[in-house]
């Protein structure tokens, strides 16, 4: 089974913190993905990448960054922490385009104080 | 993006079926309708997807009104196990998953 796995479960960070959220997946797939997901308003698509080194920005992409130096990690930055990023976030990976093939990890829920 | 509309909640008893409905009345000829689940702190699973005909596979039935304006994912014999927020979204093969906020079936033993 494909598996994508996101380093923590858990993580609370201060205000103002730079904050590393790491998603790694085993089955080699070319697109990786980066939501965020809040009571009432869903996923929301933060970044995605189809190939290393390429990143593309999703619906909300301010006050976070991405990098993409190997094909299996791919990795949210929240540059400067604020509160109302409190949130849970998602990885999912995909092979190819094709929307019936993405994979999620179990998610990171981030609490910034 | 074509929307989709669904109920915000349904309730089901174990070992009945459930019938989830989706409204897309916008959907353009290359939209898919996939359909995933998200179980209770986990992140969203695939369950099914379809174009035009009806679907089956060991999760669910799709079921796509002719004039594909809505569908209905059934899940045969509901299980405590299938208590999750069901997301029906349409896009097409190259597009992006984009989530709306979903329907949470709870399932009463």
């Known amino acids: 089974d494909v598996k994508v796995t996101q380093s923590s479960r858990y993580l609370v960070k201060r205000t103002g913190e730079k904050v590393f959220l790491e998603c790694v997946q085993d089955m080699d797939h070319e697109n990786m993905f980066w939501y965020r997901q809040d009571p009432g308003l869903g996923l929301r698509l933060i970044y995605f990448s189809y190939d290393v080194k390429m990143k593309e920005k999703g619906d909300i992409p301010e006050g976070y960054s991405v990098s993409r130096e190997k094909k299996e990690r791919f990795s949210l930055i929240l540059e400067s922490a604020s509160t109302n990023q409190t949130s849970m976030y998602l990885c999912a990976s995909s092979l190819g385009a094709l929307p019936h093939g993405y994979t999620f990890g179990s998610g990171t829920r981030l609490t910034v104080v | ?109």
């Not at chain 2, 993006?1 to 989706?22: F, I, Y």
């Not at chain 2, 029906?88 to 399932?107: A, E, H, P, S, Y």
């Open chain 2, 1 to 109: 993006d074509a929307k989709t509309t669904q109920p915000n909640s349904m309730e089901s008893n174990e070992e009945e079926p459930v019938h989830l409905p989706c409204n897309h009345s916008t959907i353009s000829g290359t939209d898919y309708i996939h359909w995933y689940r998200q179980l209770p702190s986990q992140g969203p699973e695939y369950v099914i997807h379809g174009l035009t005909s009806n679907v089956n596979n060991r999760m669910a039935s799709l079921a796509i009104a002719e004039d594909r304006k809505s569908s209905t994912l059934i899940l045969h014999r509901a299980t405590l196990r299938d208590a999750a927020v069901y997301y029906c979204i349409l896009c097409r093969n190259t597009d992006k998953l984009i989530f709306g906020t979903g329907t949470r079936l709870q399932v009463f033993p």
